[in-house]
C-alpha cells in the first residue's frame, strides 16, 4: 500500500511541476513578443534595487496597515513553504518527517512555522475584510468587477485553507505521537514544536489512532496537492507577482523618471539632416537592405517592449497607482492599473491565437481601441505618480506614450489642442501662436 502512495504522489508531483513549466515557458514566449531592450546597465544598482523593494518590500509598508499586513503573509508563505521540502521527500520515500533527526533545530522551525502559519491566516481575514467590507476606494474601480475581485478573493480563501490544512495536519500528528501510534511515536519524545496545534489536538481526544491517520494523511495529501495546485494557478492569477516580482524590479528603469526614452529611428533621421555631408536619397550600403519602416509607439502588444510586457503580467492590481492618479482622482476614465490589465489581457490572448495556429493570425483586433480608449491616454498628465506609487516597479506610463506617440505620428490624431500647439512649435519654436519677434510686446504694454 505505501508503494501505491509513493508512485502516487511521484505522479502527482511530476504532472503538477510539468504544467508549471510549461505555463512558465508560453509566458516567456509571450514576453518576447515584444521588442529587445537593454537593461543589463548598472548590475550593482539593480541588484541593490531589488533587494530594496522586491524582497526588503519598501514601497509596501509606505501604507503602514496594509504594508505590515503585506509583509507578515509574504514571510509567512514563503517561510511555511520550506517544510514542502520536507514532504516532497517524504512523499517519495515513504518516510514520516525525514528532517526530525535534527532535533531541536526541527522543533523550532516547526514552531516558527505554526506561529507564521496564524499570522498569516489572521492577516488574509483582515485582507478579506477591507477588499470586501470596507468599501476602500482602490478596490471598487471598475476594472475589478467580475473575475479580478474573484480571482483575489480565491486566493485568499485559498490561503486559509492551505493555513488550516497544515496545522490541523500538525495537530493530528502530535495526539498520534501522544497517543504512541507506530511510525508516529519517537523515542526521543515528542518531536516537533507545536504551539498552535498543540491547543487543537484535543479536539481529538479519544479519535481511536486509525481515523487520526485518515485525518493526519488526508490533511497531508490535501495540503501538498493544494500546494500543486497553486503553483499552476499562479499563471492565470494576478499573484504572479510572487515570481516576478524580482526580475520585474531588477529590469526597471533607473533614468529619472521624467526622463522620455527617444525612438532610435528618429534620432536617426535627425542625424542625418544634421549632417551637412549626408546624401539623404543615397542608395543604401552594399550588404545594406532597406526594410520597411520602423513603425512609431504602439498600438498592439508585439510593438511594446518586453520589459513593459513583464510588468503587465507583474501587475497584482493593488490598485495603488490608481488611487494616486490625477486624473481618476478627477473622475477622467484613466486607470493606470486598468492599462497593465489591458495589456496582459491582450498579451494573452495573442498567446492563445498563437497556441491554437502555430503563429499569430491576425485577428482584427489591436491594443488600441479594442481594450485601452483614446480618451483614457489623452487624460494622463504625465506625472509619474502611478510609476512612484507601484511596489514592484511597474511603468504604464511608458506604455501611455508609446501609444501616444503612435497616434501622433502615425495616425495624426493628436487632440486639436495639442495639434495646434505642435503646429506652433513647429513653426513659431514655441506653443503659442506668436511670432518669435513679437514675443516680448507684451512687456511694452502699460
Not at 155 to 160: A, G
Not at 255 to 264: A, I, V
Not at 344 to 355: P, S, T
Request: aromatic letters at 10%; a negative charge; hydrophobic letters at 45%.
Amino acid at each position: 500500500m505505501q508503494i501505491v502512495a509513493q508512485i502516487v504522489f511521484l505522479i502527482a508531483l511530476v504532472v503538477g511541476v510539468s504544467f508549471f513549466v510549461r505555463n512558465i515557458k508560453r509566458m516567456l514566449r509571450n514576453i518576447k513578443l515584444g521588442k529587445n531592450i537593454d537593461r543589463s546597465d548598472n548590475p550593482s544598482e539593480r541588484w541593490s534595487k531589488t533587494l530594496r523593494i522586491a524582497f526588503g518590500q519598501s514601497k509596501m509598508v509606505r501604507k503602514p496597515v496594509s504594508g505590515f499586513l503585506h509583509v507578515i503573509v509574504y514571510l509567512g508563505f514563503i517561510i511555511i513553504n520550506i517544510e514542502v521540502l520536507e514532504i516532497i521527500i517524504d512523499g517519495l520515500f515513504g518516510t514520516h518527517r525525514v528532517l526530525s533527526f535534527m532535533g531541536g533545530f526541527y522543533n523550532a522551525l516547526i514552531g516558527i512555522f505554526e506561529v507564521l502559519a496564524l499570522l498569516v491566516f489572521i492577516g488574509v481575514i483582515i485582507f478579506w475584510i477591507r477588499r470586501n467590507v470596507l468599501n476602500i476606494y482602490r478596490f471598487l474601480s471598475r476594472e475589478l468587477k467580475g473575475w479580478p475581485k474573484n480571482d483575489a478573493n480565491y486566493i485568499l480563501y485559498f490561503e486559509m485553507v492551505l493555513m488550516t490544512l497544515f496545522l490541523v495536519m500538525n495537530a493530528a500528528d502530535y495526539q498520534l505521537q501522544l497517543n504512541g501510534a507506530a511510525h508516529y511515536a519517537h523515542e526521543g519524545g515528542i518531536i516537533g514544536g507545536f504551539p498552535i496545534s498543540q491547543f487543537i489536538a484535543p479536539v481529538f481526544e479519544g479519535v481511536s489512532n486509525s481515523t487520526l491517520i485518515i485525518i493526519e494523511r488526508a490533511a497531508w495529501w490535501l495540503h501538498i496537492l493544494g500546494i500543486l495546485f497553486f503553483l499552476n494557478y499562479l499563471y492565470y492569477s494576478k499573484h504572479l507577482h510572487i515570481l516576478l516580482a524580482f526580475p520585474n524590479v531588477y529590469f526597471s528603469k533607473l533614468k529619472p523618471k521624467g526622463e522620455m526614452d527617444n525612438l532610435e529611428a528618429v534620432k536617426n533621421e535627425v542625424a542625418l539632416m544634421m549632417d551637412p555631408d549626408a546624401d539623404p536619397f543615397a542608395a543604401p550600403a552594399e550588404g545594406e537592405e532597406e526594410g520597411e519602416p520602423e513603425k512609431f509607439g504602439a498600438s498592439d502588444v508585439m510593438d511594446l517592449n518586453q520589459v513593459q510586457l513583464l510588468n503587465s503580467y507583474t501587475c497584482t492590481e493593488c490598485g495603488r497607482c490608481t488611487a494616486e492618479c490625477p486624473a481618476n482622482q478627477t473622475g477622467k476614465k484613466l486607470s493606470p492599473r486598468k492599462i497593465m490589465m489591458d495589456t496582459r489581457d491582450r498579451l494573452e490572448e495573442v498567446g492563445e491565437n498563437i497556441n491554437k495556429n502555430g503563429k499569430f493570425e491576425d485577428d482584427g483586433k489591436q491594443l488600441l481601441d479594442d481594450y485601452i480608449l483614446r480618451e483614457e491616454l489623452w487624460a494622463c498628465t504625465t506625472c509619474n505618480a502611478c510609476v512612484e506609487a507601484c511596489p514592484v516597479g511597474i511603468d504604464p506610463l511608458s506604455i501611455i506614450l508609446d501609444m501616444r506617440r503612435y497616434l501622433v505620428m502615425e495616425q495624426s490624431a493628436a487632440p486639436n489642442e495639442l495639434a495646434v500647439s505642435l503646429t506652433n512649435i513647429e513653426n513659431n519654436g514655441a506653443p503659442w501662436p506668436y511670432n518669435q519677434m513679437d514675443r516680448l510686446n507684451w512687456a511694452e504694454e502699460n
